[in-house]
């Protein structure tokens, strides 16, 4: 092992193997595996170069990461910095801030709202989601865009454009409005509200686009139209979205489909978890900006509904835990059995 001209030390003592090929064909080869400035041979980028790092998608990706924190969520943040800090002035001035509008729960009473992540409450949802739309246009970064989506070139109505109609950032009324003429018409669930959203989100991210006035309800009728279609067992056809928009055709819809479907690269999965986070940061961003889930006092006949409700998902995972325990004894299911103690004799 220590002698210098061992064959892990020197080359040259090292057994050659018989080639295959001639020194003439390897070097051949050789320059072939090289990068040409022709076109002649391709150039294959490595599957390491390609991929992108886990900490880069999830900072880009929140649509597909539930640890990423959701665009609509952070670009909320300063208004309400500024909101907070305007209250506070107002504190320290001595300003009465009004009678108090949230509820709080006591000893006696309990307050409670019909709003879970399995079954949200439809008008709070879209107040929540038509929020987060308002944030992305106040908040945006630049104006960037296609033509699809553009209203001045694909109008959704016959009435005239105005001139300005890429300058004005429309209010929460209008986009609240907008939303839910679509969601009442096509009676869509909340649910598919938050998925939206989501599709929303991985479109300006997949596509480097922001929502702007120029383009904001074409995004948004695109996002519903896909989402409706994956999330709910009886779709709305696009010639339904054009009997409720009058003007607009079947051929611009399916147009706006397929353009939307390539930008996400046909990924319209949503999972579980990214789902949940959606949800619980539109409950935040109702609780900073003052939109509150209905709350109504918990009387006996809820109580009793939530009991019942409880019960039945309990049910439901004891007997998911016992099949998997017929299914296999592992690692993961040896919590919960009872062993018979040792005889020591």
Same mark, same amino acid.
């Given at each position: 092992?220590?002698?210098?001209?061992?064959?892990?030390?020197?080359?040259?003592?090292?057994?050659?193997?018989?080639?295959?090929?001639?020194?003439?064909?390897?070097?051949?080869?050789?320059?072939? *595996?090289?990068?040409?400035?022709?076109?002649?041979?391709?150039?294959?980028?490595?599957?390491?170069?390609?991929?992108?790092?886990?900490?880069?998608?999830?900072?880009? $990706? @929140?649509?597909?990461?539930?640890?990423?924190?959701?665009?609509?969520?952070?670009?909320?943040? *300063?208004?309400?910095?500024?909101?907070?800090?305007?209250?506070?002035?107002?504190?320290?001035?001595?300003?009465?801030?009004?009678?108090?509008?949230?509820?709080?729960?006591?000893?006696? *009473?309990?307050?409670?709202?019909?709003?879970?992540?399995?079954?949200?409450?439809?008008?709070?949802?879209?107040?929540?989601?038509?929020?987060?739309?308002?944030?992305?246009?106040?908040?945006?970064?630049?104006?960037?865009?296609?033509?699809?989506?553009?209203?001045?070139?694909?109008? #959704?109505?016959?009435?005239?454009? @105005?001139?300005?109609?890429?300058?004005?950032?429309?209010?929460?009324? #209008?986009?609240?409005?907008?939303?839910?003429?679509?969601?009442?018409?096509?009676?869509?669930?909340?649910?598919?509200?938050?998925?939206?959203?989501?599709?929303?989100?991985?479109?300006?991210?997949?596509?480097?686009?922001?929502?702007?006035?120029?383009?904001?309800?074409?995004?948004?009728?695109?996002?519903?139209?896909?989402?409706?279609?994956?999330?709910?067992?009886?779709?709305?056809? $696009?010639?339904?979205?054009?009997?409720?928009?009058?003007?607009? *055709?079947?051929?611009?819809?399916?147009?706006?489909?397929?353009?939307?479907?390539?930008?996400?690269?046909?990924?319209?999965?949503?999972?579980?978890?990214?789902?949940?986070?959606?949800?619980?940061? #539109?409950?935040?961003?109702?609780?900073?900006?003052?939109?509150?889930?209905?709350?109504?006092?918990?009387?006996?006949?809820?109580?009793?509904?939530?009991?019942?409700?409880?019960?039945?998902?309990?049910?439901?995972?004891?007997? #998911?835990?016992?099949?998997?325990?017929?299914?296999?004894?592992?690692?993961?299911?040896?919590?919960?059995?009872?062993?018979?103690?040792?005889?020591?004799?």
């Amino acid at each position: 092992m220590g002698n210098s001209v061992s064959c892990c030390v020197s080359p040259e003592s090292s057994p050659k193997l018989p080639s295959r090929h001639p020194p003439e064909r390897l070097e051949e080869l050789h320059t072939s *595996t090289e990068v040409s400035d022709d076109n002649t041979v391709p150039y294959l980028q490595h599957i390491s170069d390609r991929e992108v790092t886990d900490d880069l998608a999830l900072e880009s $990706n @929140p649509s597909d990461h539930a640890r990423a924190s959701t665009i609509f969520l952070s670009k909320s943040q *300063t208004d309400v910095r500024d909101r907070r800090k305007s209250n506070h002035i107002n504190h320290v001035s001595h300003v009465s801030p009004g009678p108090l509008s949230k509820k709080y729960s006591s000893c006696s *009473t309990i307050f409670i709202d019909d709003s879970t992540v399995s079954q949200p409450n439809l008008k709070s949802t879209i107040k929540c989601v038509t929020l987060a739309i308002y944030y992305h246009i106040k908040n945006r970064d630049s104006d960037r865009s296609l033509d699809i989506f553009d209203e001045k070139l694909h109008p #959704l109505s016959r009435e005239p454009v @105005p001139d300005n109609y890429s300058s004005v950032d429309p209010e929460h009324k #209008l986009i609240y409005r907008f939303v839910r003429t679509l969601f009442s018409a096509a009676q869509l669930t909340a649910e598919c509200a938050i998925v939206t959203l989501v599709y929303l989100e991985r479109l300006l991210t997949y596509a480097e686009l922001d929502i702007c006035p120029a383009n904001w309800k074409r995004i948004v009728l695109g996002a519903i139209l896909l989402a409706s279609k994956v999330w709910d067992d009886q779709a709305v056809w $696009n010639v339904d979205y054009c009997q409720i928009l009058k003007d607009i *055709t079947v051929e611009d819809m399916n147009e706006m489909e397929r353009e939307f479907l390539e930008l996400l690269q046909f990924n319209i999965n949503v999972p579980a978890s990214v789902y949940a986070k959606y949800y619980f940061d #539109l409950r935040q961003l109702a609780d900073d900006n003052n939109l509150n889930f209905p709350l109504e006092p918990l009387n006996n006949q809820r109580a009793q509904k939530l009991e019942a409700i409880s019960r039945l998902c309990e049910d439901k995972y004891k007997d #998911l835990s016992r099949a998997a325990m017929r299914r296999s004894l592992s690692a993961d299911n040896l919590i919960g059995i009872r062993r018979s103690n040792a005889v020591l004799s």
